[in-house]
Structures are given as C-alpha cells and as structure tokens.
C-alpha cells in the first residue's frame, strides 16, 4: 500500500500505493534570473520547488533546467527522499533561502502550514484548474494549496467479458445494475469460462483493498448526509451507511472466482484473474492500470456501486496528498516567478504532456489527456457531472489497529455469513473507529 506523508510532526500512514522511482534527497537549480524573463516583478524573482514526489524528481529537474533556458528565470529543485518531506520541510523553510513552491497535502499540513502559505484564490494558478475538488482551504475559506496530480480507486472491468456474458456496459450505472450481470455471470461461469468478481482476500497483500479503499464509500455518504467534506478525524461515525458496504461486499466474495471461506488466509492471485480473462471485475485503482491494460486494453473503472439513492451520478474514488502551495513569506518577486513557472508546468504544451508522463494526470484545462486510462474515466466522470467520491478513508483513526479489527471481523463474517457475525463487522467498523480515535487522542 502507499504511504502517503502528513505535514505535521508526525507521519501518518494511510492506505494506497508507496511512492516509487527514486529515492530522491537530489537538488538542481536553474541559472541565475535574466531582467528579460518572466512576466512583471517575476523577471527579478527566482523559484525553489521543494519536491514531494521522488519518482518525479528527474522531471522535475528537466523542466526547471527547460524554464530557465526559455525565461532566463532561476529554478532549484530539491527532492525530499522518500519518507522525509515532513522533515525536509521544517529544515528547508527555516533557512534564509526557503522553498516558494512546497506541498500541503491534508489538512494536519493545512493547520501547520496555512500561515506560510499564499491565498492562491482568484490566481492565475487557480484559474488554471478544471476542478475544486482536490484543494484544501484553512478553516477562514483560503485557497491553501491546490491539487497537482491525484489518483483513483473502483472496480476495474473488463468489456469483452460483460459482452460475452450477453451483458452491455450501460446496463451498470447503478447497484441494481452490477448485482444483476455479477450475479448472472457467477450463475453461468461454468459455461460462459469465467466468473465475475476476482477473489477478494484478506490477506495483508490484499485487505486493503477492502478495509482501507471500499470502507470509504461508507464514510463518504456519511459525509454527503451530514452536507461537509471531513477536514478532520471526527471522534465517532455513525455507520449510517454499512448496508451499503455490505451490499458491495456480499456481491464480490459470493459471486467470485474463490469461496468466500478461502479469503481468509489469501494466496489467490486477483490481479492474474483478470488478466488471463478468469474474472470480469477487480477492485483495485488506477495503478493498476499498466499491469491490466497489457492484457485488457480496454478496461475501464466503474464506481463502487452500493445502492445509495441518486449513485446513478457517483464518480471514482479520487484523493490525492500531492497539492502545492506559494510560500506568502516570499518576496512578492519571487512569488510572481513561483506563480508564473507552475502555470508554466500545467499548460505549456512539453511541460504539462512531461508532467502527465510521470505523474498520470493533471486537474488543468490546458494539460494534455492522460495516458491512464482509468485517470481518464474519473475525469469524464467528473466532467458528466459526477460527484467525486473523496479519500474520507484517510481519517481512519489508528490506522493498522482499526483496520486489523476490521480484517478479523470480515474474516469471520466471510466464515460464516450470519447476521451475528455481520453485527461484529459493525461494531469493528463503529465502535472499532471510536475506540481507536480515543487511543490516539486520549
């Protein structure tokens, strides 16, 4: 799973996938600022981009080695090694040449941060997005950082094997929809040569796929009920929503490749399933995407389906940390140059194609499509309409512990699915969230 770095003090582990490519701690700087170059009082500025991705970081470079040659505009990169960007970021911003353009991606890095960031409301970086959806605000509505990059998470599908089933696409727009070709297709696996969900183990290689990812549709329509986004753990959760989460989990273990009594210890291969054409749905994310599409180039990534009223215009599971900020303690010179080169980056033609190369997508009108197929269907998705699906799941309080009892829960409840052992699920699931948020705060 990816770990994922909080701002504060602290790292926090949530779930998804770990960062990869390099392990960063490199820096590159561009020459030194031309009169000529930039727009207004950037042409006197400079850019230090404190890098929080270090499979970007030889792009990254690249390009501010590319900004400067064009605008004669000085750009460093530094890339904070991976694991340490909390603590790059507190020695970096106490020297007297900080970043101006550094990431907050959550809200423990808004409430740390917020005061050492630029209101980015109304700016020509702004106004540059194709969606609010991945921005954070401090609790007096500023514009604290932007998203820059995000992913997403579902149910992968493979067409072909809906239609060999007699089954189209349009007919799963809703729960109803996908619980009528799951269940026809696991009724006639034997004929048909493939069954419809992959296994769905439970194993540490796979239950976060389930405890981690598919628990957030649970705590995102309890967010959509109570009419506000979470910007932070709450003490409690209602559960409101958990025969939903049940609906979704009953359809995937019992119309499966695998026994729901087998998950338990896992050693199936889910991944493979879908690859060699064994199982027609996979829940996984848009990682997943160079793996699959080798085999099946069209697989596309539906939402997580559950039965909730109006899901009809549900989008993908998208979050991301990734989210930059202007440092507001910049000279304004240095913060026009730092605006100037991200508008620069998302827009440019070679920059913005560079930038989706690497990181898969960018939620910018101007950038170029993203070679990610499942990236493209959140972002048609959100551009038919669709609500986006937010990582709630990062508020999971006590992280492994409470997502532990919830595996023993579910392992028990996949045994023997009795209403008893659905009732402990539940209690995992709520009281299991309240007595792991009092663990941490006491």
């Not at 270090?54 to 501010?64: G, I, M, N, R, V």
């Not at 970021?89 to 941060?113: C, H, Y």
């Not at 119309?255 to 064994?278: C, I, M, Q, R, Y």
């Not at 045994?415 to 705060?441: I, L």
């Amino acid at each position: 799973m990816k770990k994922f770095l909080a701002f504060s003090l602290a790292l926090v582990l949530v779930l998804g996938l770990a960062a990869c490519g390099s392990s960063g701690g490199s820096s590159s700087g561009g020459g030194s600022a031309a009169s000529s170059g930039g727009s207004g009082s950037a042409a006197s500025g400079s850019v230090y981009w404190l890098n929080f991705k270090p499979e970007l970081d030889e792009t990254a470079s690249a390009l501010a080695k590319s900004y400067t040659e064009k605008t004669g505009v000085s750009v460093k990169v530094v890339t904070a090694a991976s694991g340490t960007y909390s603590q790059t970021l507190l020695a970096e911003m106490d020297k007297s040449a900080p970043p101006t353009l550094f990431v907050i991606g959550n809200q423990a890095g808004v409430r740390d941060w917020k005061d050492y960031a630029l209101d980015l409301k109304g700016t020509a970086i702004a106004n540059e997005l194709s969606t609010d959806a991945y921005n954070l605000y401090d609790e007096t509505g500023k514009l604290v950082s932007i998203g820059y990059c995000y992913e997403c998470y579902g149910i992968i599908v493979n067409p072909d094997l809906i239609a060999q089933a007699g089954h189209s696409m349009d007919e799963i727009n809703n729960f109803a929809g996908l619980k009528a070709v799951a269940e026809d297709i696991h009724a006639r696996a034997g004929e048909l040569g493939f069954d419809a969900f992959s296994a769905s183990d439970m194993d540490d290689s796979s239950s976060w796929r389930f405890t981690g990812h598919m628990a957030n549709l649970e705590y995102v329509y309890e967010e959509r009920e109570a009419g506000a986004v979470w910007t932070e753990c709450p003490a409690t959760i209602t559960g409101a929503y958990m025969d939903n989460f049940k609906n979704l989990f009953d359809l995937c273990i019992n119309n499966s490749t695998v026994a729901p009594n087998t998950l338990a210890t896992g050693g199936h291969d889910a991944e493979n399933e879908f690859k060699t054409g064994k199982a027609a749905f996979f829940v996984n994310g848009s990682w997943e995407y160079s793996a699959v599409s080798e085999s099946v180039p069209n697989a596309t990534m539906i939402p997580y389906y559950c039965g909730v009223a109006g899901e009809e215009k549900a989008g993908l599971n998208c979050g991301t940390e990734n989210c930059w900020a202007i440092n507001s303690k910049a000279s304004a010179a240095d913060q026009q140059a730092t605006m100037d080169f991200m508008v620069w980056l998302v827009s440019d033609p070679e920059a913005s194609a560079a930038m989706v190369k690497e990181l898969g997508i960018l939620p910018y009108k101007n950038a170029p499509e993203s070679s990610n197929g499942f990236l493209n269907d959140a972002a048609r998705y959100t551009a038919n309409g669709c609500y986006v699906m937010d990582w709630a799941t990062n508020y999971q309080p006590n992280v492994d512990q409470y997502r532990a009892g919830l595996v023993a829960a579910l392992n028990q409840y996949c045994a023997d699915q009795s209403d008893a052992n659905w009732a402990s699920v539940r209690t995992a699931f709520v009281d299991g969230w309240a007595t792991q948020y009092a663990a941490v705060n006491g």
